[in-house]
């Protein structure tokens, strides 16, 4: 069963920093992997999709690498803003014969301070 | 671009009643999903669906129904409410591996 872990759970970081949030699953056989944002009472918005075939990902100030094989992918974020205060999940997603599985992982919980 | 719509947007139940939540996308996905999220549990699958006519259940199933009677809807029914289904539900939709969530329904049961 892929289990998905992220760290740190919470990062306080002064505006303009540069930042490494770490996600890590245990079964390396995916499919993508998504990044998504949550803000607080808010639904999920997708960040960034990187396939099983990729290195990285890039959207604006977010990039997005994945090692499959070790079985980490990291959201690096460039000179962060307030508004990129959110929580940040990954999903890696998996393809079998009865369709799509996706797991979540907890979410690191960001705070940009002005 | 409507993308995934969930309704209501919020709800407050009393315990044993009953309700659906309704979820459609525009997207003509096969695969839809529906999740709740709770403080210190992140997202749950309750049902998922690979296409009208087919679902299943996923990690927390019990208590709910569901039915995919078309490619756009999949509706999420609570036949008696419980005090442990207050939450906020998400309803997905997905396309070669993509997810794509609706905006959410936060439901309380008193």
């Known amino acids: 069963k892929q289990e998905v872990t992220q760290i740190p759970a919470a990062l306080s970081v002064p505006e303009g920093e540069n930042l490494v949030l770490n996600c890590s699953f245990t079964?390396?056989?995916?499919?993508?992997l998504q990044w998504f944002r949550q803000d607080p009472g808010k639904g999920l918005t997708s960040l960034l999709l990187i396939q099983s075939s990729q290195r990285e990902q890039t959207s604006g100030r977010l990039n997005a690498s994945l090692d499959k094989s070790s079985g980490r992918s990291t959201l690096y974020i460039a000179a962060s803003q307030p508004g990129d205060s959110a929580t940040y999940l990954c999903a890696p997603a998996e393809m079998d014969n009865y369709g799509q599985n996706f797991v979540f992982g907890p979410g690191t919980r960001l705070s940009v301070l002005p | 671009n409507a993308g995934v719509t969930q309704t209501p947007k919020f709800q407050v139940l009393k315990t044993g009643q009953s309700m659906t939540l309704q979820c459609a996308q525009d997207?003509?996905?096969?695969?839809m999903s529906w999740y709740r999220q709770d403080p210190g549990m992140g997202l749950r699958l309750i049902h998922y669906?690979?296409?009208?006519?087919?679902?299943d259940q996923g990690e927390v199933p019990n208590g709910y129904n569901v039915s995919r009677s078309t490619t756009e809807d999949f509706p999420l029914r609570l036949l008696s409410a419980a005090p442990s289904q207050t939450s906020v539900y998400f309803c997905?939709?997905?396309?070669?591996?993509?997810?794509?969530f609706g905006e959410g329904s936060r439901l309380t049961v008193l």
């Open positions: 079964d390396s056989a995916i499919y993508n």
């Open positions: 997207m003509n996905h096969e695969y």
């Open positions: 669906s690979v296409g009208a006519g087919i679902t």
């Open positions: 997905a939709s997905s396309s070669a591996g993509e997810l794509f």
